[in-house]
């Protein structure tokens, strides 16, 4: 239904002159009202975040450039789609986490961490996907790609593993700053702490926050799948009929598989940031021996 003084966007069909012959209404004009939504959403940054804020922003940029004018053209060009997706994550953790924090340990450790679990996401994912023989044909768009303009023959399993290390990299990201930055305030506030009380106290932070994130990645992806969902319980879909799906496996894998990444992120920050800071404790206590003895 529409109103005077909507604004829509409208599909043409022309004369081999050019005149307008018909007019359909194709879509409503939604775009100023995201963009009030985006604009919004950086004020706020800035409100609330203040310099943290304007990092975060920068961030963000960075990281939607990285995807659309990197990630997708590679891919696009015929490049493998997991080692594209590895580098490209890899390369916007360690530019994300040095804009938002500095180069400092806690950052090292929580670049570590993020990386680790991000890979392991991508190992589990492989191997499970494999074993499954899942195809990446999943959905309509996974078909779609098979009629590009481009004749580009894509690995679509790829494309797959290549989807879930993208998005399990956001909350890995969230588990590794926080887990990293704890034990770096713990540190500093208790210097003579015991790496293994240190590594204790890293893995209590990452498993408070393990749930939380696990749930966040799952809940993301039954909320995208919500429609699906009370279909096959309207329609009385078997069980056993619905989990044997391309579609759903791949989705279950997407999520149990970025939620095991979060998992393998905790131990593995907890670790590097007590080496890290045990490791500067070190050659801090040596440069004081040295500086007496001068």
Not at 83 to 102: K, Y
Not at 109 to 124: D, E, P, W
Not at 160 to 171: C, D, R, W
Request: hydrophobic fraction near 50%; include cysteine; charged fraction near 15%.
């Amino acid at each position: 239904p529409l109103s005077v003084g909507d604004e829509v966007l409208l599909y043409l069909e022309e004369s081999a002159t050019g005149v307008i012959e018909k007019a359909y209404v194709a879509e409503i004009a939604r775009d100023k009202y995201l963009l009030y939504l985006v604009i919004g959403f950086l004020l706020l940054l800035l409100l609330i975040g203040r310099l943290k804020g304007l990092k975060a922003i920068i961030s963000l940029a960075l990281t939607v450039f990285a995807v659309i004018k990197i990630l997708l053209p590679a891919i696009l060009q015929g490049w493998d789609p997991v080692i594209v997706s590895v580098s490209i994550c890899v390369g916007v953790i360690c530019i994300s986490m040095l804009i938002i924090s500095g180069f400092n340990k806690k950052t090292v450790s929580a670049i570590i961490g993020t990386a680790g679990g991000v890979i392991a996401a991508g190992i589990i994912a492989l191997i499970i996907g494999t074993l499954a023989k899942l195809t990446g044909l999943g959905d309509e768009e996974s078909q779609m790609l098979m009629y590009i303009p481009q004749n580009i023959q894509f690995d679509f399993r790829g494309l797959l593993f290549s989807g879930i290390i993208i998005g399990t990299m956001g909350a890995t990201m969230d588990v590794g700053m926080s887990i990293a930055s704890a034990m770096h305030e713990i540190k500093a506030n208790s210097p003579k702490i015991k790496t293994s009380d240190l590594i204790k106290a890293g893995m209590n932070v990452g498993r408070d926050t393990m749930a939380t994130m696990a749930n966040t990645l799952i809940l993301a992806y039954v909320g995208g799948s919500l429609h699906l969902m009370l279909l096959l319980i309207a329609y009385e879909t078997p069980f056993s009929q619905i989990i044997n799906w391309d579609m759903i496996a791949s989705e279950v894998l997407r999520a149990i598989a970025g939620s095991i990444g979060i998992i393998f992120a905790i131990p593995i920050t907890a670790l590097a940031s007590a080496f890290i800071e045990e490791n500067s404790k070190r050659k801090k206590n040596d440069y004081d021996v040295d500086y007496r003895s001068l």
